[in-house]
């Protein structure tokens, strides 16, 4: 007899995750694929029913009852075209009903804490923060993308570093150790002035992100330029976070997601911010995918251990204060 | 009897202009394409091409016997491409000899100055300072690009402009009377985020310079927000001069090039700068291709006054202080 299950998915930019997961929160089966942002990925709908077929194929006998898709772009403006994308996918596997769609910044949340609402802050490639409730985004805060916002992500690191480089070489700031390590990253002579800016401009300004570890790497040897950027970084990020939680810190849960919150000298001056500021212990999110899935648990009416279980007990729940 | 002329080009990445003149400074034709920037324009040498065909064709009988081309990008690494192209341009309409190429900032100060060297500050959709000496740059400050520098410039000011009209609309910044201008110039509603963010991303970001008198107008009226850009954009053009002078300024003339620094509140606030803290009269460029011209008179021997004739007597030596 197959057994009940629900699919979370979440769909960023450079790739698209699925798990497939019982009621009682084990996950079965998961599937990947490349981007499915309708603003950015070539073929979203590929994408996605790339990822489904996947964790489908893998996931044995189960009759799926439910799936919420949390999606990079799915919001305000964006929302109708990502459910037709998502339905499109969903049918195209023959799969029963709809899913719900919702944005990427509610399943972060969700695969960080199993509150029903409560505060996020993203830092991956981009930068967002938001206060989520009931499943959906009730503020935002930057997510502006790397040309006009994005505060603190990687790629705006990244940019700051290499600005800093510049001005270090035509005498307009002070001298860094950025010089040689970001221009080796970019496979450049140190001092090429020419070489970093040709390089630089040869990316797509969102592939610069990559240059983020350098920064950091830099500011944990202790190079001033490096550390003062890695703490505007830190400082933007919390800013966009106290607006998006609008004073409701400490009593309601803190979720860090995105690789730049996971280890690392910003994520460590974040969390000490958190903590010094606001009296809020942050919680680490697990997988997005996870917190969809987790969401779509509790839309089945499953109950909140189900959804603890699937993005592991520990970090789930609010700690003590 | 065929009369002796020089040419002067200035080319850079959205047009090119021509000027051919008499060994006197009088102008007798001019000539205009599209860009010439051997990184950013689709065919450069058929750009020059095309404006000095135009200019010689209404020439009358000339016989020419100098040619400077001041052309973006032809400094350091780029020079040995932009020489190159200029003499393809150059040997296909038959001409005779060989252009000397500089970049297009030496064009600039010898379009406002007839000094054999001195300082250039250039604000247009781009930014950069620089020392010249002898008709080429001796050291130069920015001019890094709408994604790495060109501080203080139009593109800079848009940014920044959309940027604090994103703050404003989630929180993140004070109120500010560009939240409607900015969206107006977008065709934009005012206070959809997401509709100026697209609207923004859809364009290439070295044309959002466009926004920038919107941002002077709004600093005009008195909205603090826009003011503090402008103030900021200015101090930034000249720190960036500052250094290029290297503690020079007030000794040797200050040339001011660029649509910014033509006119409006960063001219001024510039000009003002200028005279407050280096005690010099900041001297206003004529256009690129006269100063080409008065080089390429310069080189051929003729005398200081035929290039004060040429990029116009009252502006091109430095005033009394």
Redesign the interface.
């Known amino acids: 007899m197959s057994e009940h299950a629900i699919i979370g998915v979440d769909a960023g930019g450079t790739s698209t995750r699925c798990v497939v997961a019982t009621l009682d929160g084990t996950v079965v089966s998961r599937g990947r694929a490349g981007g499915a942002n309708q603003f950015s990925s070539p073929d979203p709908a590929a994408s996605l029913r790339a990822a489904l077929g996947e964790a489908l194929d893998t996931a044995g006998d189960v009759r799926v009852v439910g799936a919420v898709f949390g999606m990079a772009g799915a919001?305000?403006?964006?929302h109708a075209r990502a459910v037709e994308t998502a339905v499109q996918a969903w049918s195209s596997l023959g799969l029963p009903g709809e899913p719900y769609v919702t944005d990427d910044i509610c399943a972060a949340f969700a695969a960080g804490s199993v509150a029903e609402q409560g505060a996020v802050l993203i830092a991956g490639t981009g930068a967002v923060a938001a206060y989520v409730r009931d499943g959906t985004v009730a503020?935002?805060?930057?997510g502006?993308?790397w040309?006009?916002?994005d505060e603190g992500s990687a790629v705006w690191i990244a940019?700051r570093g290499?600005?800093a480089v510049?001005a270090a070489l035509?005498?307009?700031g002070r001298s860094t150790a950025l010089r040689e390590r970001l221009a080796a990253a970019l496979e450049v002579a140190p001092g090429e002035?020419?070489?970093v800016?040709?390089a630089?401009?040869s990316r797509h300004?969102a592939d610069l992100g990559l240059l983020a570890p350098e920064v950091a790497a830099v500011a944990r040897e202790g190079d001033p330029v490096a550390r003062g950027i890695v703490a505007e970084a830190a400082e933007a990020l919390l800013?966009?976070l106290a607006?998006a939680a609008e004073g409701r810190l400490g009593t309601e849960p803190v979720v860090l997601a995105g690789s730049l919150l996971s280890e690392g000298p910003v994520a460590e001056a974040v969390r000490a911010g958190v903590r010094d500021r606001h009296g809020a212990v942050p919680l680490t999110a697990n997988e997005g995918a996870l917190g969809a899935a987790g969401l779509a648990l509790r839309r089945c009416g499953a109950p909140v251990e189900a959804h603890t279980v699937l993005v592991g007990g520990a970090s789930s729940l609010p700690e003590s204060r």
Chains 1, 2 share one sequence.
């Open positions: 919001s305000e403006a964006g503020w935002r805060c930057d502006d993308g040309l006009l916002g940019l290499l600005r510049l035509d005498g307009r002035r020419e070489g800016i040709a630089a401009y300004p800013a966009s607006v």
